[in-house]
């Protein structure tokens, strides 16, 4: 199985801040990357497709970049919303997809 | 619009069985594979199992195969996963999710349903 690390695990950030999310794969994936946000109770949600694409509706606030094995998910200027948890998938193996452990944004 | 709703949940006891349904409206169901998808309390996303559009091809996590069975019904627009011998570490929210966009990125996901396996 392919085994995806995200880092770092937990991050204190402020509104307006600009955060970063790293995610990196135990071999190269092409750009088959996509992150999610899960906020408590609900069900994730798809951010960032094929590595950099972004999901209809979502806010142009957040980005996505990298390929073959190391991956970023940067949130430009933090909104109040965006205190969550995030989750890289990688789909090269699809069907069987692996999620990285998670990432929690907490507010500081 | 839309829509995954998932249901069937509940409390079992180890050893015992449940049968998980998901309830698809809003796009051409029998076009797109499904994928059940669990998250333990407290921690990560789990892919559990895929089924293709036309159910003829069907993978399973190491950790539930030979326990859980997939299926769906495109006649009734519904994805099933029965679970028998069940375990305390299966005890988890379980999610149906789809990839109707593209990409095999999960852009569809049901509410889910909790499944607790305990005496």
């Known amino acids: 199985d392919i085994q995806m690390t995200q880092s770092p695990s937990s991050l204190s950030a402020s509104v307006g801040d600009r955060v970063t999310i790293t995610c990196r794969a135990s071999?190269?994936?092409?750009?088959?990357l996509n992150w999610y946000q899960q906020k408590p109770g609900k069900a994730p949600k798809l951010l960032i497709y094929?590595?950099?694409s972004l999901q209809s509706g979502v806010p142009s606030r957040f980005s996505g970049s990298g390929s073959g094995t190391d991956f970023t998910l940067t949130i430009s200027s933090l909104q109040p919303e965006d205190f969550a948890t995030y989750y890289c998938?990688?789909?090269?193996?699809?069907?069987?997809?692996?999620f990285g452990q998670g990432t929690r944004l907490e507010i500081k | 619009q839309v829509q995954l709703v998932e249901s069937g949940g509940g409390l079992v006891k180890p050893g015992g069985s449940l049968r998980l349904s998901c309830a698809a409206s809003?796009?051409?169901?029998?076009?797109?594979?499904m994928s059940w998808i669990r998250q333990a309390p407290g921690k990560g996303l789990e892919w559990v199992s895929y089924?293709?559009?036309?159910?003829?091809?069907?993978y399973y996590a190491d950790s539930v195969k030979g326990r859980f069975t997939i299926s769906r019904d495109n006649a009734k627009n519904s994805l099933y996963l029965q679970m028998n011998s069940l375990r305390a570490e299966d005890t988890a929210v379980y999610y149906c999710a789809s990839a109707v966009a593209g990409w095999d990125a999960f852009d569809i996901w049901g509410q889910g349903t909790m499944v607790t396996v305990s005496s």
């Open positions: 089924i293709s559009s036309s159910g003829s091809t069907i």
């Open positions: 094929a590595a950099s």
């Open positions: 809003g796009f051409t169901f029998s076009d797109y594979y």
């Open positions: 071999q190269s994936i092409s750009s088959y």
């Open positions: 998938q990688q789909s090269y193996s699809t069907p069987r997809v692996t």
